[in-house]
């Protein structure tokens, strides 16, 4: 695959550590409860114009956001802030691979100063020129375990799989940050890997290694497209693909046309 | 200290997996803000009785439920299920260390069938007797990282940032687990530690050994209560306390006067 | 029935009409929103505690708080203002009938300045003695419209429908007022009315009177208990019970039995 | 003004009724709570796509819908449907004025069955053409009471200020009626009227009438624009203007200028 950019926004609550303190010592629950919802209203936000939410520490989270611009991180901004009893302060940025961009993201905001100043609040900065719906592309990778609900849920206890997940979470991190592409856990046995430029070998590699380490299977499905929604989306139908017919590899991917156009021509 | 026990509670959606297939290819947005409402629900209902959610795979939570008896579980289950489209199966269990209460809880679910079994719907299991507020009793820790704003999140990039947290978990995660104790992370640079029975020194060898290993410096605040929120309020006041006085090393240790009376007779 | 005591709550927006203009003009979507979770919010805290509320005008809600202390209101109030933009104050009285009960929760209010001054924010002002759940009881009749999808939701426009309770609701506000009760509309073709104090004649007068004026038929059940709780769900049980036989007449009454006895005793 | 259309569509809780009976005697707290949710839910996935939703009786509701094309409508249906334990049928109308509009799209959804039928579930059902953002336009009259904190919140029982605004909504209603508009309570003291091809002078009638009758002074911000969120944003903007201003009347009516173009070359 050639080139393009992902263009990927940080999502930071502004001075939560303090905040949080002055709720008392009964806190811990509120706490919980606040950031899921953060987090749902916030994904909620993104992907009705077609972003992508990772929920990372909850109080920094990353965004997938190519085809959103300033003006749509404003608006998303505003409304988290009439919603919530904190602010959040956005940096966006953009990379030919997810590593840069989330790198361009942080920086932007960084350079604003610290996260804890109390000065410092609903900052939105970005860092170089956005990505068009035309310009870049989203590449993710759906991956999981073959068969975990016998091998996991129904056979193991449950800490346990929690255990097992997170031992796969690091090891597919570790591998994948190699290749410049961003691990991140969504429930269950899925992971998404924001993978932009990752070959097909490069995935399989991966996979085996990991599988090995393990000892549980794992497969993928592949999906690129001109939103963290399309990829998605593809990345999902690849995934059914390799569940119907496991003899053909435990890897799929699918091309949204108006990408493949594209990266065909350069 | 002493004898006593835990109790925890598996929760877990059922028949999850099929159900998502169902959605069509569209659905990680819709799953992602499901998962989170739902787990801010379950938070709410638990914590009102004085309970506590880790949100685990979000499919599979596990709960602290000293004190919640069966009818309390049956009535957070119909809130549930009345309020969701999916349903949800519990198993409950006790023990003396962590480790113990949800092996024993998730056997509970476990012995009624696969968790994909159409027909397996709303149980609700127990196994052996669950602990009153007078018999058990929740120790928790409190762990989070010194400094972490400065030396984390206005420094480094933000995926690295998840990257050292991730670590952190790792490495917690299995030390912790040779002492009995269940690690969980909870936002941020904050961690929980459900840990009955554990001893001053035994989270000093295991902070230092984790700190050693990330080049952070942990710290942590115990609790010690009749149910998780009395062992959560503990455990932040005793963080707050190593906060404002360093040179009084890194841990203390807080506990409900009841529940001090009752391990002192022992 | 003799003397007794129901106690209700006044939870008032502070400052709302500023804040919300602060919004900008695009806010009404969100405004709209944002009442509809407080409320769903404010519901959820009160009636985990044996309450009930009533959306009343959105900005100023009314809830019946038998049994629920000084603290676990002030408690609510915090968690609502720890989860939304906005902070709320709570004037809590108690009466005979629930107009007086009413009356005292806004004067408590009322007294300590406007619900505009920036300065008076979260107060929780009390008139009088509150109510425990032995001394005081609630009274609640569930009133619908007999027949009503057929001939309402299946038969004429929507809006029609919509005027239809509408006139519904303000002919029993009007007779049930004069008899110191309070009506409030529950959704679709549902009625609650706090009516501690009235005998089934009075419904059954206020009833007639009401189904002539609209041509439809109403019926009632009514719950006697120690909470909202215990009173709402007595009601709908009595409103099964008229459903089920309908030559027994279209009011039923049913008492908790503790309420029973100390009304008898007197 | 001349001709246009406006779209309107009815959103109905399928089966909710028998539902709601289904859930046992202590529903209704939690009845209060779906069906809030429910709303902020709906609200916000209408006025995201540039509509509006009216809670009207909560388990019927009524929007404005221009703009909002069948797929759009399908999609809503979609994620409430997963998101909520309860499935919805839409009806889609289109009219010259509101009272039409409305009948149309009832008229859409009652001939597919009844709202009962356990196998009417999830309709979708359109009666004649939809309304572009072209050919359509949206009308609507932000209505509120002169003084309303001095007059009503800070001066009388909060119950009598319910019925105040009851009555305000019942004489509203009857009036705007006869001039096919349509009118909803917004919370506080807030009304808004949905009012294609209403005249200045109309509502200078309707207003006075009303403030004759509660003896309370009436003000109303219209706004016209292609969609519902356009027409609302202006609505505001002239009540802004007629507060800032009030030698200048009590009435203000702003019109988007694409809309005003058309209007002028009929």
Redesign the interface.
């Known amino acids: 695959l050639g080139k393009g950019c992902i263009q990927m926004t940080?999502i930071?609550i502004d001075n939560?550590?303090p905040w949080t303190?002055s709720?008392g010592?009964?806190?811990?629950?509120?706490?919980?409860?606040?950031?899921?919802?953060l987090?749902?209203d916030i994904?909620?936000l993104f992907?009705?114009k077609g972003g992508?939410?990772f929920?990372?520490?909850?109080?920094?989270m990353?965004a997938i956001t190519n085809g959103i611009n300033v003006d749509d991180h404003k608006e998303i901004q505003e409304?988290v802030?009439?919603?919530?009893?904190v602010t959040i302060s956005l940096g966006i940025g953009v990379g030919e691979y997810p590593?840069e961009a989330?790198?361009n993201?942080?920086?932007a905001l960084?350079t604003q100063g610290?996260?804890?100043l109390e000065e410092r609040r609903k900052v939105l900065a970005v860092k170089g020129q956005l990505a068009t719906v035309d310009d870049g592309f989203v590449q993710i990778a759906h991956v999981d375990v073959n068969d975990s609900?016998?091998k996991i849920?129904?056979?193991?206890?449950?800490?346990d799989?929690?255990?097992t997940?997170?031992?796969v979470?690091?090891i597919l991190?570790r591998e994948f940050?190699e290749k410049k592409a961003?691990v991140f856990f969504?429930?269950?046995?899925n992971f998404?890997v924001v993978s932009n430029g990752l070959r097909e070998a490069e995935y399989e590699e991966v996979l085996e290694t990991a599988s090995r380490q393990v000892d549980l299977e794992l497969k993928a499905g592949v999906g690129i497209g001109r939103s963290a929604?399309e990829a998605?989306?593809?990345a999902?139908?690849s995934l059914?693909r390799v569940r119907a017919s496991k003899e053909n590899g435990f890897i799929q991917i699918l091309t949204a046309p108006p990408v493949e156009n594209k990266l065909w021509r350069r």
Chains 1, 2, 3, 4 share one sequence.
């Open positions: 940080l930071q939560y550590g303190l709720l010592s009964g806190r811990e629950p509120e706490l919980q409860i606040l950031q899921s919802e987090y749902a994904q909620r992907s009705s992508f939410v929920y990372g520490r909850f109080d920094n990353l409304r802030c009439q919603r919530f009893p590593t989330q790198e993201a942080t920086r960084q610290s996260s804890q609900t016998a849920t129904d056979n193991i206890p449950v800490y799989a929690f255990m997940m997170l031992k979470h690091e991190t940050r961003l969504a429930g269950g046995d998404l929604i998605l989306e593809l999902s139908q059914d």
